[in-house]
């Protein structure tokens, strides 16, 4: 008979984390929830390394679900302009970023938001009734 207590890591405290990691959640939450103590999450890591690639794996969920939802809803018209705005930001973005000053100090960014028009303006794309002369 081996010595040493049982192992707090069954299949059912291991469901348990990967439900929780599922959501996203960090490991001292997804211990919390599993109701062990993170040290017991890390002896298991280092005992089964591959475990660790499977809980990075697991905590991706989230993201992905969200990819999808942003995915499906981008035949509405406002959902895909709100994903041009912050996917392509070079073409799309309502965020004007300049920078100021460059002295021993470091340099300022100031984050802006401006209206559509303004950032087609900024750029220097023709806008009917905005005139570009004003764009420095």
């Keep these: 008979m081996p010595a040493g207590r049982p ?9 348990l ?13 997804a211990c919390l929830h599993a109701g062990i103590n993170p040290v017991t999450l890390y002896r ?8 660790c690639k499977r809980k990075e794996a697991l905590k991706k969920n989230p993201s992905l679900k969200a990819r999808r939802t942003v ?10 302009k709100w994903y041009l705005e912050h996917k392509e930001k070079d073409e ?5 970023n300049k920078k100021i000053g460059n002295d021993n100090t470091g340099t300022l960014n100031i984050n802006h938001t401006v209206t559509p028009e303004e950032a087609l303006k900024e750029r220097g794309i023709p806008v009917p009734g905005v005139e570009l002369e004003d764009v420095e």
């Excluded at 984390?17 to 939450?29: K, Q, R």
Aim: net charge negative; charged share 25%.
């Design 92 to 96: 799309f973005s309502t965020q004007i």
């Design 44 to 51: 298991y890591q280092e005992e089964h390394p591959e475990y």
């Design 71 to 80: 995915f499906n809803s981008l035949d509405n018209p406002q959902d895909a």
């Design 7 to 15: 192992t707090k890591m069954t299949p059912g405290v291991i469901a």
């Design 17 to 29: 984390l990967e439900e929780a990691f599922e959501w996203g959640c960090p490991d001292v939450e």
